[in-house]
């Protein structure tokens, strides 16, 4: 007889294959989800909206796919559910329902998965910690005091935490990887293109941000990847298919790869001992596994890639913005520091900001340099432990002067005062690693080899070059055999 504990101990397609041949059913699987998110949510807050008429209605249709039965969670960020609203963490769309599926969302459900809520998320997914205002701080289960990262906090956290064993993310600058270098557990951000944006969008945030999961086993990835993966009826260009499916390079020998392992950060050169000794076992791990691994580095500035990064997102930032206040009638309607990035955005010049794209070559070429000479980029995935809560908070002092600055029209002046590099010295010095990946469209995961002397995980970065999914995952798998990690769980 199916349990509660074999739910917890089971991947999402062991819980399909279990519901297929009849141990359990869905609707019992839902019951035990629902059951561990009241156990945790009240001290961890990774589910901000809850759809129960929906997900007990899906629970008893018959269901078809690879994970069908299998109790899922959407992230509250560019995840529509036709009928339910999508917030993004921004009081101004919390009670705007979607008109229609977002093509990955639909996707999901084609594959048999019920949809039982969705999961917290920053403001605009604008920060790499999820403490919107509009809902609370999203909480690390392994200390409470901490964050899960961001934007896929309540993703990461929730599947750390045992509420589902896989749940929908998004990476624009990090978003999987470091929530999944956070809470212990797996985080692949697919490369640019492999998975669509429609049907409202051609591409994320200049093609730098995609959906894709968060999951506890490698093959969970891997099967949701086939999923999502391939062009939707009108995509702006076609990646190549796959050789194989994704799944199946799950349990493949990746052969001997070459890796460079870079831990050096101009952005923060105070490396934590933690963040070192995560690169240092990870690089110790593949050596015994037989790969040909060194010290090496991207010819790049990663101040300078920050600074190129972040101006198209307060750009975008003030696009998202006035579409979501462009029907609200309320005060307040989204968050100070959303309202100071919109300011940076429409003060930036059109010249500026193709100045900016233009430069994104650049580390385009630099990354394709360095692939020429290895198959993977090997970095921490996160510069320290994870943060405390409200660390990266915005100062009673930044507020006053963001909030004079803006009451007196004054928001032009925004870009020349220092707050575009205090937010890049707060928000990016410690995930300085990730959005190479982003800006430069290649796949990237974080894999959860490391966990501190205070039993914090802390996990690390490969990137690999364009279409390069499948060996990711073979290697992944095959550190999943070296060093599991699914077995361990946080106290909460």
Known sequence: MFSAEQYAATDGLGLAQAVAEGEV?????????RARLAAVNPQLNVVVTTLDEYADKRATEPLSGPFAGVPFLLKDLMQDLAGYPTSGGCRALSRTPATRNETVVQRWLDAGVVVFGKTNTPEFGSKGVTEPELFGPARNPW???RTPGG???GAAAAVA???VPVAAASDGGGSIRIPAACCGVFGLKPGRGVVPAGP????HMFGIATDGVISRSVRDSAAMLDVLAGPDPAP?????????PYLAEVGREP???????QTASALNPDLHPEAAAAARDAAEVLSGLGHEVEEASVDYDDAELARDFLLPWFVQVAVQQREALRDYRGRGGTELDTRVMAAIGRATSAPSLTETLNRWHGYVAALSAFHDRYDLLLTPALSQPPVKIGALATSPLERFGARLA?????GWILPHIGIVQTVIDKNLGWVPYTQLANLTGRPAMSVPLHWTGDGLPLGVQLVAGPGREGMLLRLAAQLEGARPWADRRPGV
Do not use: I
Request: aromatic fraction near 4%; charge should be neutral; charged fraction near 20%.
């Open 255 to 261: 052969g001997r790869l070459r890796v460079g392992v």
């Open 161 to 163: 935490s045992g509420v």
């Open 236 to 244: 702006p260009y076609v990646v190549a298919p796959p050789a194989q």
């Open 406 to 410: 803006l009451g007196l029209r004054l």
């Open 143 to 145: 200390d409470p005091s």
């Open 25 to 33: 059913t869905a609707t019992e699987l839902l019951g035990w989800a």
């Open 151 to 153: 934007s896929s906090g």
């Open 200 to 203: 409202k969008d051609s591409e």
